[in-house]
């Protein structure tokens, strides 16, 4: 997780109909729910989704928001060499005055170090460091090599002293403040939100952990950690109410050494990967719990995880083993929505050709796109239209959009023409998203095969379009043509100053859909 003090936003107030179930407001007017995206805040992507009476109680909240968290990421990163804790990380042997924040941190390790048996540790950043300098080379870290860094994490780093406030630092080990930091700082940003002034509830959703506080039973969906794209379909679905939600996996960051992928988490205990678990979903009370857990979770064996969840009052899980196991809490079911109970991993498809139409069932396209993180500041994450048009440019099918409300959406003037009399909102706004932390500004979307209707489409030629276009910036417009066929091929196409690249991917399914 990397920390950054400016970030580049991509920020739009907007309004929705719904709010999921609201208390009633003190107000006479209903509260509407306001929405904004970020880019590259804490190194990830970011959503506010805040209810408030009023769009200027909805701009405080957000101020608030980000205010917070550059305030404690100027405290926190190991990536601002003018940060607090960069700056105590530079001394040696001497007891500094700390701030309340950076105390507290420190102390959370020291605690989860214990509870966790060793599991979680700040100072698995030594061996983080060997295997990305191994897989620069292609190659794995040697026996001595893991043994040096886990005898290095092994040692003491720092004393606390909590009658004077002061750390203490102990040695010169690489030391990353991971885990269950960022969950900490989203849970700091809500807080202000709430202190700002009338605001019926804010969820702050960093990377895939968010935050629930106030009057709202937020619906949260579970990323498939077997699932390639953003849009499909969620393996479970929760409803949450003024608590945290934190999933971490090996299923996005991670290292390719020949051939075979590393997953970024390590075991400090071993210095291996930690490679047993997909993916580890947690609701807690407490942030902080919720992100530890979830980080010791892909960590511990499944039966250490449970034993330890029991001492966390209220943690409730799920997790995916490597073979595909679910493993839930006792809890876990009281929280899932109706629909998410009826169905859970996503069947796979059979791999033939659909007897109606003759497209293949085996391929699917693919389409990664990564946004231009502009670097002037707080900039807006364009909005973007990606969609499929027949040889004769009739509306096929909508694989993605991202705007604000309705308003706006003539801003994506192509797919608008199209589809205004189809589409009156984003349903992409209905839900938050928990999932492993993705770089910022890189996403992935997929097409079926289908048209709008849910049917299958025939093969042959299709035009993908990709549209972007940003507030108070450029409008841009990508085509691209590919033969839906039996032959596999990826097509690249230029970027331009809103979309930094994208790839059309048209392959085979892999065994993991």
């Known amino acids: 997780m ?52 009023s769009r200027q109680d909805a701009s405080t909240a957000e101020t608030a928001v980000m205010h917070e968290i550059s305030r404690i990421a100027k405290i926190l990163s190991a990536y601002d060499p003018n940060s607090e804790f960069s700056r105590w990380f530079s001394t040696s042997q001497q007891a500094v005055h700390v701030s309340p924040e950076l105390f507290e941190v420190l102390n959370l390790f020291d605690q989860w170090r214990v509870r966790s048996g060793g599991a979680l540790d700040a100072s698995a950043e030594v061996i983080s460091k060997l295997w990305r300098q191994a897989a620069a080379k292609q190659r794995i870290p040697g026996s001595e090599e893991l043994a040096a860094a886990v005898a290095e994490v092994r040692q003491p780093h720092w004393k606390l002293d909590a009658a004077t406030q002061t750390a203490t630092h102990l040695s010169n080990t690489p030391l990353m403040l991971n885990s269950f930091v960022k969950s900490y700082i989203i849970k700091h940003a809500a807080d202000a939100a709430m202190a700002s002034g009338k605001l019926n509830a804010i969820v702050v959703n960093i990377g895939g952990d968010l935050v629930i506080s106030g009057s709202l039973d937020e619906t949260v969906e579970v990323s498939n950690p077997k699932a390639d794209a953003e849009n499909e379909t ?8 003024n608590k945290a939600v934190a999933t971490s996996g090996n299923y996005r960051r991670g290292e390719l050494i020949d051939g075979h992928w590393y997953s970024h988490i390590v075991d400090p205990r071993t210095g291996q990967p930690a490679d047993n678990i997909l993916s580890a979903t947690i609701v807690a009370p407490h942030a902080e719990d919720a992100g530890a857990l979830a980080t010791a979770f892909n960590v511990m ?73 502009q670097k002037e500041g707080f900039v807006k994450r364009p909005y973007v239209a990606v ?35 189809i589409y009156t909102t984003d349903k992409g706004f209905s839900g938050s998203v928990t999932s492993a932390t993705r770089p910022a500004g890189k ?35 990508m085509r691209q043509e590919i033969d839906c066929d039996e032959t596999a091929k990826v097509i690249n196409l230029t970027g331009n100053i809103e979309i930094a690249s994208a790839t059309l991917d048209y392959r085979k399914k892999t065994n993991s859909n």
């Open 2 to 53: 990397k920390f950054f003090v400016c970030f580049f936003a991509a920020s739009l107030l907007i309004t929705v109909s719904s709010a999921g179930n609201p208390a009633p407001p003190k107000s006479k007017k209903s509260p509407h729910l306001y929405i904004s995206h970020f880019e590259n805040v804490l190194g990830t992507s970011m959503e506010l989704k805040i209810l408030a009476i």
């Open 234 to 241: 969620p393996m479970d679905q929760v409803l949450i109410n």
């Open 301 to 373: 064996s499944p039966s250490e995880s449970v034993k330890l969840a029991s001492t966390v009052p209220g943690a409730e899980y799920l997790i995916i083993t490597r073979n595909g196991e679910r493993i839930a809490s006792q809890g876990w079911n009281d929280l899932e929505t109706p629909a998410a109970k009826q169905t859970k991993l996503p069947a796979n498809i059979a791999s033939k050709k659909n007897e109606t139409t003759g497209w293949n069932n085996d391929f699917e396209l693919i389409i990664n796109l990564e946004i231009n993180l």
């Open 387 to 421: 969609w499929v048009e027949d040889e004769n440019h009739a509306a096929v099918r909508t694989i993605s959009v991202w705007h604000g409300s309705d308003r706006y959406m003539p801003e994506l003037k192509s797919w608008y023409l199209k589809y205004r009399g």
């Open 443 to 477: 996403y992935t979307v997929k097409w079926d095969g289908k048209d709008d209707n849910g049917n299958f489409v025939k093969p042959g030629k299709y035009i993908i379009k990709i549209e972007a276009s940003r507030e108070h910036g450029t409008y841009q417009m």
